[in-house]
């Protein structure tokens, strides 16, 4: 009987020891559930996140390319503008400076005939002042009164 206790108490303990396993089994597998579920919950939660911020950053983006081709066609215009006004005044400086030219020769050559003119009227009256003066020696001459010191000398 000895043996029959013996072998009667060790399927009582491996009874016991199944009861707990199984209960460890049980255990685990509700844990493993709890788990599979907080993780299912947990992974929908950080996708709805993910969508959201991927949507409000689609939203952020596509609005600042748009932004961005305003910007850059309003650039692009403005330097248009200053190119267009450039070419405006360089053409326009162009002409001033012909026009400056043109005027500058017109009055150098105005000055220059001015100056002619007056060194022929000098010559003239240099001429006629030495014409003068020898009709003066010879009338002084003619009237035989007229000295050197009467008149007085050429130029």
């Given amino acids: 009987m000895h043996d029959f206790g013996w072998s009667v108490q060790g399927i009582f303990v491996a009874a016991e020891i199944r009861s707990k396993l199984d209960d460890l089994k049980s255990k685990f597998e509700k844990e493993r559930q709890t788990f599979a579920k907080a993780l299912t919950k947990s992974s929908k939660e ?26 850059l066609q309003s650039l692009k215009d403005t330097i248009s503008r200053f190119e267009e006004d450039k070419e405006r005044l360089f053409v326009r400086y162009e002409q001033l400076r012909k026009k400056e030219k043109s005027l500058i020769s017109e009055q150098e050559k105005f000055y220059a005939d001015k100056i002619a003119q007056l060194e022929e009227s000098l010559k003239k009256k240099k001429q006629d002042d030495r014409t003068f003066s020898i009709l003066r020696k010879t009338l002084g001459s003619f009237l035989d009164n007229g000295s050197d010191e009467d008149f007085p000398p050429e130029d």
């Avoid at 991927?54 to 390319?65: I, L």
Wanted: with cysteine.
């Fill in 46 to 71: 950080c996708e709805n996140c993910l969508k959201s911020e991927t949507a409000k950053f689609q939203e952020v983006y596509e609005k600042f390319c748009k932004e961005k081709t305003i910007h």
